[in-house]
């Protein structure tokens, strides 16, 4: 989004590491000259005062963190920040509800490895002496009908790289 200088950071504040890693990327804005307007969020009625927040601040553009609440209330964040506000998150559920994109680990794939690593330990394997992984795949959604009504256009570089595009 070219011009993008006012951006927010909506995640759900009940664990210490988001709150460090949400501080950290306020820090990684600051150096690509954005400023980043975190808001941790607990319950419904602290997401419904964060939108009026990012109304006050004249946000361009939302980052939506993954998490049971935000997914258990996507559907009406979403209503809040449409036709308003492009919002960037993790996974198939965001871009299915109106997120613009969204770029994360392929979470089915890595439940159904979770399966054969609980198999394993099932058939005697000592947890600790199985590996520490990280996902192998990474998916790219974009949400073109989304995109258009804001008036955003994705460019083609990055559309041949998608894994779905929603039109």
Do not use: C
Not at 48 to 57: D, G, P, S, V, Y
Not at 117 to 144: F, S, Y
């Amino acid at each position: 989004m070219p011009g993008l200088k006012r951006a927010g950071l909506l995640f759900e504040a009940t664990n210490p590491q988001w709150i460090t890693s949400a501080n950290a990327n306020r820090s990684l804005a600051k150096d690509l000259g954005l400023s980043l307007n975190i808001y941790g969020v607990h319950n419904l009625e602290e997401i419904r005062h964060a939108f009026t927040a990012f109304e006050r601040q004249r946000l361009q553009a939302l980052v939506v963190w993954v998490s049971p609440l935000l997914l258990l209330h996507r559907r009406d964040i979403m209503n809040w920040a449409s036709h308003k506000l492009p919002v960037i998150g993790e996974g198939p559920e965001w871009a299915e509800s109106g997120a613009i994109v969204t770029y994360s680990a392929d979470y089915i794939g890595m439940w159904r490895h979770a399966a054969v690593q609980v198999n394993k330990i099932l058939r005697g394997a000592k947890p600790g002496d199985l590996p520490i992984e990280q996902p192998t795949k990474i998916t790219l959604r974009v949400n073109l009908r989304s995109a258009r009504d804001l008036g955003i256009t994705i460019p083609k570089t990055i559309l041949v790289q998608a894994d779905e595009v929603i039109q």
